[in-house]
């Protein structure tokens, strides 16, 4: 019977789908350490990681020949070394479409935290501080007839657009490629360069993978280029934004506000940015609602069985490895 490690107890449907012999583990609340997933890796034919795990070619070494796939608990798959896989016939599979729409909900959470200072005026209630309706308390930012701009415009760049068309937004975006006239259509979006796009836009929101391309794409230098009534939104991976650079741009006053779902060093938080009234911030919640957990669950299971039984799996990213 194939022999599996799972380093997280995933929702119970999913927990209850998998049909194999499983190691769980369950430690406190950090990611598996490095050592131990090692050691637990080894002689299993599959592994279900999250994003926390990296798995290189150190990890798939200690794993040894039998492993035949890693299922992936996490559309974003930078924590996995996918060329190293291919090269040893390891299939690798994510959890695409399944947490497009959460995750884009969680975009405009924070898009809409930032530019009508909810966070602030929560805290502020909080606080217990006394406080009267007046004209000219927390003045935020429209929305209405304003231009968002898109940076990776995938599944969940396009779910985020798709909102913006309800609050009566203009769509830009910057992508590998033009989207096709089928999708830009209906959404009125138009293609820019990424320096147009920080200049154009009033709300930016961040939907690309981290590549080494996109670590600290956004960094000093955009952050002044950037309107100074512009918030910039983050649900993609934290090192895309240079954490430091973002928090002395609020600071400064050189944009208006930022929302961050990742960190540049996950779980730590940029010390900087916890005492500025600008910024909202919540611990990676892009996918987390009961619905997209389950189908994420369901998905890495189904991944994971299907490539131990030699199938393909239905969101395997690497068929050369078959
Ligand atoms: C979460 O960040 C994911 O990539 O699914
Ligand atoms: C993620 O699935 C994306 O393509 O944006």
């Not at 070494?61 to 060329?83: E, F, H, K, S, T």
Request: hydrophobic share 45%; proline share 6%; charged share 25%.
């Amino acid at each position: 019977m194939a022999e599996v490690l799972v380093t997280r107890r995933l929702v119970d449907d999913a927990m209850a789908a998998l049909d194999c012999e499983y190691d769980l583990w369950e430690g406190p609340p950090t990611a598996i350490p490095r050592g131990e997933f090692l050691r637990r890796a080894k002689g299993k034919d599959g592994l279900l990681t999250l994003l926390t795990e990296k798995v290189d070619a150190e990890l798939l070494d200690a794993a040894g020949p039998q492993l035949r796939v890693v299922a992936n608990y996490a559309v974003g798959v930078d924590n996995i070394d996918i060329p190293e896989c291919t090269r040893r016939g390891i299939l690798v599979a994510n959890t695409p479409d399944v947490l497009t729409e959460a995750t884009a909900d969680i975009a405009w959470a924070l898009i809409l935290s930032c530019v009508r200072r909810i966070g602030e005026g929560d805290r502020l209630l909080r606080s217990r501080t006394e406080w009267i309706w007046d004209p000219r308390m927390l003045l935020g930012q429209e929305l209405y007839g304003r231009t968002i701009g898109i940076v990776g415009c995938g599944r969940i760049g396009q779910a985020t657009a798709r909102r913006a068309v309800g609050f009566g937004m203009r769509v830009i975006y910057h992508n590998s490629r033009p989207l096709p006239d089928e999708i830009a259509g209906p959404l009125g979006a138009e293609l820019r360069t990424f320096d147009e796009l920080v200049a154009e836009s009033d709300v930016i929101s961040i939907h690309c993978p981290l590549t080494p391309a996109t670590r600290h794409l956004f960094n000093a230098s955009v952050f002044a280029r950037m309107k100074p009534s512009a918030v910039l939104v983050n649900t993609s991976r934290g090192p895309v934004v240079d954490e430091k650079a973002l928090a002395e741009a609020v600071r400064a006053g050189e944009i208006f506000g930022a929302g961050l779902d990742v960190f540049e060093r996950e779980p730590a938080v940029e010390e900087a940015l916890l005492d500025l009234d600008g910024v909202t911030i919540v611990p990676h919640l892009g996918s987390a609602t009961i619905q997209t957990r389950t189908a994420m669950g369901l998905l890495a299971v189904e991944n994971l069985q299907a490539g131990l039984r030699g199938e393909r799996p239905r969101a395997l990213l690497n068929p050369e490895a078959l």
